[in-house]
């Protein structure tokens, strides 16, 4: 499946290499170079730099490459890329100077990196993201290892009676910015994986952010039978068994992968249970060395980290012992004695019979697993007390490294605009630097009030133009079209909730008391209206079942057109919402939310957070930075909690968040408001950045995995 590239004007013919390095995405002199080239599809093909370069005409290039001012803007991107590239200079290479140059192997099931690729569902898939970008920003050898579903995640279309409709497409190859790999001599890379008693080959592609490459397994090959080539074809798309043959490929494959291209990682670093036979295949290597079980699992160990995300019992992937035991027949080879002390490592009995637990499996053959919040800590402990006693005591620590988002990847450009201005043009070295922010200070009100504005006037355009299509394109009902947002107001406090529609994130608390929210949002000179986003999992029926509610809700004319739902959330649109909102609505029950993201990336947009002190806000609220939600109800009773909870919603609604926003001086700023989004920025910006996440993950266990056994 090689695809033909057009040829390009040679002036600009380095397009295609800045179109196929994602770099692009964080670095807004590259995003300029496609913009210029042609705004409307830009717009059209929502930031496809790939797809853009096959559709734009031949004339279109031929002038581009003429154009003095756009030549400027090439030259500048492809010099960006060529010193990112080449640089030896960097924050890894300054930090552990004459490590041995070898790479950092980091698994994950799902990456977010741009909605060309969506390959993603959601916050776990956006943290791998930003996790490699920020690896990349500061220069270490990372690699990454997931998986190519042609057909992704599904994307969501809402019926006339409010319920989700799944639509999968398939990714058009050459429409996308990934590159099939080939070997030395032009072949296509193929690597097989046993699964039971027959074998499933696997083709790779590969996506660039920067130095960073990502490999993605994929299924679709043609010498597979048609079931096998459907294995990889959607992201959590099938059922439990499924499921595993899909761990067993990232995980068993993806080891084969990296073999097969020449990396020998130092350290491998598991992102969730979902990657963790790479493990058994690594044993199994040792084994096939003549190591004993024993020892090739403690090299292993050694050698490998894991972090855990859910703190859902439900979230973690099971599987009946027999069924895995059936699935890694054919895996074994000379290993095959060793087996049962293999399948021993997953056991895990949660009272009803011993089942393989990935998440039991990683914790035993990993040497450090971290949680992602402080809370999620103390919860994750509990969780597996059970685990520990099997865990030599040296390797019972449980680290935290909370989570952060990738800063250049989710800054609003106005907003960075800003930054430069007063704080310094190389503000983003410095952006996880606790003292920098105080600078925030030197920004005048009126001016962070022009850029909040103007974040909320593109938000609710891009609401609107989509609503505009669905009418003009879809014929849908009126009512629709009011859902979708048409009658949002520009100038209204804006409150976004977006996420995964699932019970626990409880997203209709807010209508806990529907006559109590309506006078809220409709109040005369003061109103209020809340955007909704947010895809249910296919099989997640209460999830739906919230989501259609949330439409009934939106046209509701008792709630005044002050309630829209946006579909398809995806990357894009969540730009738009966590840089536009004026509020970030945020209601987890507690302790189910791991970390969250969203809210960081709103805050260091100076989008306030108002959420219940779950995940990363039980950390991150400083009692000025944005609200807590605290009914102070901790009993086992959901109800109570619910009540309590939404009783203390209504309450920071009325009585703090509405009269801040609306509270203006003689110019109409609202100082009270700019206070707190200072503030938010402030104190969020740097311990909340990928940057300081990504940091400590280096310092704490990848740095030291170099001093690791370098024969591994
Ligand atoms: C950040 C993000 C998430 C995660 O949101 P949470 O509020 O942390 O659950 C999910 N989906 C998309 C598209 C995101 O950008």
Redesign the pocket.
Known sequence: MEFERRSLPERISGLWQLAFNLRWTWHPEAREVFRRLDYPLWRLTSHNSVRMLHLTTKQQLRQAARDPAFVALYDAAIEGLGRALTSKESWWGRTYPGLPNRPIAYFSAEF?LHQSLPI????????AGDHCKEASDLGIPLVGVGFMYPQGYFHQKINSNGQQEEVYEHLEWEHAPVEQVFTKDGKPCILSVALGDRTVQVSLWCVRLGRVKIYLLDTSVKENAPADRELSARLYGGDLETRLKQEIILGVGGVRALRALGYQPMVWHLNEGHTAFVTLERIRELLDRGERFDAALEKVRRSTIFTTHTPVAAGHDVFDIDLVESYLAGTWENAGSYRDEFLRLGYYDNGLGPMFNMTALAIRSTSATNAVSQLHGRVTLDMWAQLWPSVPERERLLQTVT?G?HVPT?IAPDMARLFERYLGVNWKDEHDAANFWDGIALIPDEELWAVREALRSYLIAFIRERARQLWTQKQVTAARVVAAGTLLDPAALTIGF???FTDY?RPELIFYNPERLARILTAFRRPVQIVFA?KAHPLDHPGKHHLQNIFSRAIDPAFGGRIAFVED???H???FL?QGCDVWL?T?RKPF?A???????ASINGALHLSTGD?WWAEGHTGSNGWLIDGGVTVDDPAAVDAADAEALYKLLEEEVVPAFYDRDVNKVPRRWLQLMKEAIRTTMPRFSARRMVKQYADWMYAPGFSVDPTL
Do not use: C, F, Q
């Open positions: 977010a993603y569902a959601g916050g776990l898939g956006v943290l989570n988002v989710w977006a996420r995964r994130k947010g959330y995806d990357l649109v969540a730009h966590v945020n987890p939310e970390s969250g993201t969203s809210g960081m990336k995940g």
